[in-house]
């Protein structure tokens, strides 16, 4: 079974960037889609962005235009480039697989400060 470790998350300042990245233990070349969730603090964990096996996304309408999702994968990886912060993006981001969800990594945290 795949099993993911995110990365990048940090203390930025509102209007500032951050780039995640999810590594996969196994082959991601087979998975339908990969999936970039958000879960702040006291709240439930949302869907950010996807990024299908063709490369077709799907982003939240309040990260569109902001974030950029894309997979890498002959490294087995998925990215999330974060531009333009605000204090509202601040939560732990996970990834997963869709459909179908593996098990939870850690999550990485991203803080924006106003």
């Known amino acids: 079974q795949v099993q993911l470790v995110e990365s990048g998350g940090g203390l930025v300042q509102a209007g500032g960037s951050l780039r995640l990245s999810c590594a996969a233990s196994?082959?991601?070349?087979?998975?339908?889609?990969m999936d970039w969730y958000r879960q702040a603090q006291g709240k439930q964990r949302d869907l950010v962005a996807r990024i299908w096996s063709g490369g077709s996304t799907y982003y939240a309408d309040s990260v569109k235009g902001r974030f950029t999702i894309s997979r890498d994968n002959a490294k087995n990886t998925v990215y999330l480039q974060m531009n333009s912060l605000k204090p509202e993006d601040t939560g732990v981001y996970y990834c997963?697989?869709?459909?179908?969800?593996?098990?939870w990594g850690k999550g990485t945290l991203v803080t924006v400060s106003s």
């Open positions: 997963n697989t869709y459909p179908g969800l593996v098990s």
């Open positions: 196994g082959s991601i070349f087979s998975i339908n889609a």
